[in-house]
């Protein structure tokens, strides 16, 4: 099992980034990806979801309306468009993977995708994204 991210940078603010997470080794439509964030001296974030099964997307309150997800499942890639980029956003962005299937629990929602990094099988190494004032 395989998930590479990268299109981190150096950005000002207001700018744009796309990150990339290529997956393999796992059935990609049966699975929840997460991108998470992890800032110096802050706890790790859950920042956007998108649960392959059925196409649904969610977002941490700090990042909607600017960021969105997406997954091409022809290239087992989920991305993550982020615009109107601020200094907060600054971190190591690390994407996740975790089982869901067709029929998850009903504790399966977005806000336990977000906050259950614990939950998630495979894990990527992360892309630097910096977001200077």
């Known amino acids: 099992v395989q998930l590479v991210e990268s299109g981190g940078g150096l950005v000002q603010a207001g700018g744009s980034l796309r990150l990339s997470c290529k997956t393999s080794g796992f059935r990609f439509e049966d699975h929840v990806i997460t991108w998470f964030r992890h800032a110096p001296g802050k706890a790790r974030e859950g920042v956007s979801s998108?649960?392959?099964?059925?196409?649904?997307?969610y977002y941490t309150d700090a990042v909607k309306g600017r960021f969105t997800i997406s997954s091409d499942y022809a290239q087992n890639t989920v991305y993550l468009q982020m615009n109107g980029l601020k200094p907060e956003d600054t971190a190591m962005y690390y994407c996740?993977?975790?089982?869901?299937?067709?029929?998850?629990?009903?504790?399966?929602?977005?806000?336990?995708?977000?906050?259950?990094?614990?939950?998630?099988?495979?894990w990527g190494q992360g892309t630097q994204v910096t977001v200077s004032s």
């Open positions: 996740a993977a975790m089982f869901a299937g067709p029929d998850p629990p009903r504790y399966f929602t977005g806000s336990y995708y977000l906050n259950t990094p614990e939950a998630y099988n495979y």
């Open positions: 998108i649960k392959n099964t059925d196409g649904s997307t």
